[in-house]
């Protein structure tokens, strides 16, 4: 499974943010409708305080009822972007996130299936194959989509060395 370790220095989500059910495949209606709801005014306050890579809206998921392991509950999603920026208006939220290391898995294939295929694949076979484990549940993905329905995506999923 191709992957890439990166550090990343401390950091902060921004964006609106909703809890939403839990769904492995195919689109979420509930995080359809959070995308719907961004409003011009916060489209625009998110494009001015992004200023950490990757510059990309990215999709936020954690505090799953299940830890990510059934599909049933909620979890916590946050659609946004990567910013050093302390506080945000136009009723957006702020979410710290501490200096880590991560695991980067790109995926390019038909949209969203190649995307959750990889999300599958990191906690159903990768994490027992590396020397790593979880460094909490915060993880995030882009995806870049083109009119013929495949995407180019990236799933970050913190992480530290075992031991």
Not at 145 to 156: H, I, L, M, N
Request: hydrophobic share 40%.
């Amino acid at each position: 499974m191709e992957y890439r370790i990166c550090e990343k220095p401390a950091f902060r989500f921004v964006g609106v943010m909703a809890r939403v059910p839990m769904q492995f495949e195919g689109e979420n209606p509930a995080i359809a409708a959070l995308a719907g709801s961004i409003t011009q005014e916060q489209r625009a306050e998110m494009h001015q305080l992004q200023d950490v890579e990757p510059i990309e809206v990215v999709n936020v998921s954690w505090d799953s009822d299940t830890d990510f392991q059934t599909e049933s509950g909620t979890l916590t999603h946050l659609i946004g972007v990567l910013t050093t920026v302390r506080e945000a208006g136009a009723g957006l939220h702020v979410v710290d996130v501490p200096a880590l290391t991560w695991a980067v898995f790109p995926s390019d294939g038909l949209f969203p299936t190649a995307m959750q295929q990889t999300t599958a694949a990191i906690y159903g076979t990768w994490l027992a194959e590396v020397p790593y484990e979880l460094d909490g549940f915060r993880m995030f993905s882009f995806a870049r989509p083109r009119k013929d329905g495949t995407a180019y995506s990236e799933v970050w999923v913190p992480v530290r060395r075992q031991g």
